[in-house]
């Protein structure tokens, strides 16, 4: 069986290839702008799908596609998040349409972030305002692949909520990366209790999905419960930075220096701007909860828990 997975260069991708390689089934592709170091992958695409014919008449049908291409940043270029989250997208599907069994488009709870995020469920509508560029982009990415008339073939969206676990974790380094320099805090000590995806049910959801999964289906994918957010990052803080002391913050204080970190970027085109946003504030220091009851009902998907 043929797999290719686009933006195979960053950590969810980089574990997929290890996973599905384990598999021992799976002829694995890849998309990335640079060379992947792996003897796991049978044939690499390199180059930015916006720019170039990366396939070059070596296209092959696949029975798994999974695009992972993103710029995940909080804050950054408008133009680059639509390019890397929107266009490379459009490009993906139109260069694959009848040469897969099926498509699936990793996606994000920040398709909804407009403000505060109340509980999600599958039945929350896509708001029209968002409040970040990248939320912006992702919500337009999700609208274009539904959009999309494929010819063949079976596409899905998945929502997984702060990837964790594995190799390489990016929440991971992100924390120890903080922790390290002294900018790590906590806002109401990190007792809120938030929902989180370790990268292992993300994976088993395709194989769930693959079984039960319909057209234009979207599926949240989160652990089994949620968590309380100081153990979430204990759980991913090396032994050196355990002992560090984290300050706590107060919640009015970081809203408002979130607003005006924003406010700042923008007045300035983004020459000025500190490491907040309303962003990280909605997404990762506020309670996040989704209710993922119509994926484990339609899947069949009994998500663990991994900590």
């Not at 692949?145 to 494929?150: C, H, P, Q, T």
Request: proline share 2%; with cysteine.
């Amino acid at each position: 069986m043929k797999i290719l997975i686009a933006g195979a260069g960053g950590y969810v991708g980089k574990n997929f290839i290890n996973f599905f390689y384990d598999e021992g089934c799976y002829e694995i592709f890849t998309i990335a702008r640079k060379k992947i170091e792996s003897k796991k992958i049978k044939y690499q695409y390199i180059g930015d799908i916006n720019k170039v014919d990366i396939f070059n008449g070596k296209k092959y049908f696949f029975d798994i596609v999974i695009n992972l291409m993103a710029d995940t940043r909080h804050f950054g270029n408008k133009k680059n998040f639509y390019n890397d989250n929107v266009s490379s997208l459009k490009s993906l599907l139109k260069c694959l349409d009848g040469y897969y069994n099926y498509f699936f488009h990793v996606s994000t709870e920040a398709v909804f972030l407009s403000g505060k995020l109340k509980i999600l469920t599958h039945q929350s509508s896509l708001p029209r305002r968002l409040l970040s560029d990248y939320a912006w982009s992702k919500n337009i990415a999700e609208k274009l692949f539904m959009n999309f008339k494929n010819s063949r073939g079976i596409k899905v969206i998945l929502r997984p909520r702060l990837i964790w676990g594995g190799r390489q974790s990016t929440v991971n380094y992100k924390i120890n990366s903080a922790l390290t320099k002294n900018q790590f805090f906590y806002v109401d000590g990190g007792r809120y209790k938030t929902s989180v995806c370790h990268i292992r049910n993300l994976y088993l959801s395709i194989f769930q999905a693959i079984k039960y999964a319909d057209n234009d289906d979207v599926f949240f994918v989160v652990d089994k419960d949620p968590v309380t957010f100081s153990n979430f990052v204990k759980i991913n803080t090396s032994k050196k930075n355990l002992k560090k002391k984290i300050i706590n913050l107060p919640r009015s204080f970081v809203y408002l220096a979130c607003l005006v970190s924003d406010l700042l970027r923008k007045i300035t085109f983004n020459k000025l701007s500190t490491p907040l946003s309303l962003s990280l504030y909605y997404l990762t220091l506020s309670s996040v909860i989704i209710d993922d009851k119509h994926t484990r009902e339609k899947l069949k998907f009994n998500p663990k828990n991994y900590m």
